[in-house]
């Protein structure tokens, strides 16, 4: 039946949305969804959850063996994907559509030192609204970390699901202190999110994604779902090769929200089975007027209370604020300054990994960080 899990109230304006949905394609955060279906969260979070397992973002730091660290790098990718994809899921019974972030919305955060592991910390910018591009950094200075990327999305609508493709790309750029530091190209993977029918979406994710490093290491991985090679869902298989070659090295095979396994000595890569470790914020009391908790709090607020006349009020208060600055930006001939980064048409990172691999595009834009955090997160 249509929208089993969607409030009788809510179901004709759920039919309504999968309708504008499938006639639509681009940029899907401007679609008006009914309330069940939002979530309380701005997507300038979600970069949050490339480090929720701190210590395996710290342990890529501890190997000097190129082929060590390269099998580390993959370990801690792979463990990010159940927060990534499943996580809405886990706290909110399904996908949900995210808050749309203003141009210039922020969030901070860190995950503490604990256990020789150092201090994490995150900045993030809404570094477009239209259409919507979010940038971050996550660094461990102690242990010589950063991690660089922006992402968007393309989505499209194809038999009853949602077709996400990640536009961006991250770099992890790791600096022993000796010599040159090596540099890692992490691509995003494809999305498909079905049981919109239900009115309880989920991701899927498929087709394949890289790691590329400057040390030459490099690794394929390639994303199935139920149905497809081992039949269940969210399954992983990663191929490591060593650098000028592309036979086969090393080979992680499994299910990436529980447990992948290294194929050749047969004992378990990842294991996401135990908690993981939500980023830290300061109280919103204290935070500027356009980071995100802050900015979205009375609509938050209501989304979390039920109270979607607030919520909605709030939301167009805000989206007629961001009218207004750019109407006024227009008038007196200025743009809107980022705070944190600045754009570059082409990145030379990118590029120079990307050559000699089949890897697409064979060019990107990118967002380098100005290396000016808070003074309080600094
Ligand atoms: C953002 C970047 C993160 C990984 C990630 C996870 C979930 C994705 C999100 C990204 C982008 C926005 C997204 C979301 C799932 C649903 C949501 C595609 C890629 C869309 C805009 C909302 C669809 C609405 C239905 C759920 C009703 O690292």
Request: proline share 6%.
């Amino acid at each position: 039946q249509v929208g089993e899990a969607v409030p009788a109230s809510q179901r004709g304006s759920w039919s309504s949305f999968l309708k504008s949905i499938a006639s639509f394609s681009g940029d899907l955060s401007s679609l008006t969804a009914p309330p069940f279906i939002l979530s309380p969260t701005s997507l300038t979070e979600f970069p949050a959850y490339w480090c929720e397992r701190p210590e395996l973002f710290a342990a890529i730091a501890g190997h000097k063996d190129d082929e060590e660290r390269f099998l580390a790098i993959v370990k801690w990718f792979i463990a990010t994907l159940k927060g990534q994809y499943t996580s809405r899921n886990e706290s909110m019974g399904s996908e949900k559509k995210p808050l749309n972030p203003v141009l210039g919305e922020l969030f901070y955060g860190h995950w503490p030192d604990k256990d020789d592991r150092g201090r994490t910390t995150l900045v993030v910018e809404q570094v477009s609204h239209h259409p919507p591009i979010t940038a971050y950094v996550i660094e461990n200075k102690s242990k010589g970390l950063n991690l660089t990327g922006h992402n968007a999305q393309k989505t499209s609508f194809s038999s009853s699901a949602i077709i996400v493709k990640q536009i961006g790309h991250a770099i992890l750029t790791i600096d022993s202190g000796e010599g040159e530091k090596e540099e890692v190209l992490i691509t995003l993977p494809k999305l498909r999110i079905d049981g919109l029918w239900y009115g309880s979406p989920y991701i899927e994710l498929w087709d394949k994604t890289n790691i590329q490093s400057s040390s030459g290491w490099s690794s394929v991985l390639e994303y199935k779902g139920k149905g497809y090679f081992s039949g269940k869902i969210h399954t992983i298989k990663a191929t490591v090769s060593p650098p000028g070659s592309s036979s086969v090295k090393h080979t992680i095979e499994g299910q990436w929200h529980i447990q992948t396994r290294d194929m050749k000595t047969g004992k378990v890569f990842t294991d996401v089975t135990f908690p993981k470790e939500e980023v830290t914020v300061g109280p919103t009391e204290e935070m500027e007027e356009f980071e995100s908790r802050k900015l979205w709090g009375l609509v938050s607020h209501g989304i979390r209370e039920g109270d979607y006349e607030t919520a909605s009020r709030e939301k167009s208060k805000i989206e007629n604020d961001q009218r207004q600055r750019r109407r006024d930006e227009i008038a007196a001939g200025t743009t809107w300054e980022l705070k944190h980064f600045v754009k570059l048409e082409s990145d030379p990172v990118y590029e120079r990994l990307v050559e000699d691999t089949d890897i697409t595009p064979q060019e990107e834009d990118c967002y380098v960080y100005g290396n000016n955090p808070p003074a309080w997160l600094a």
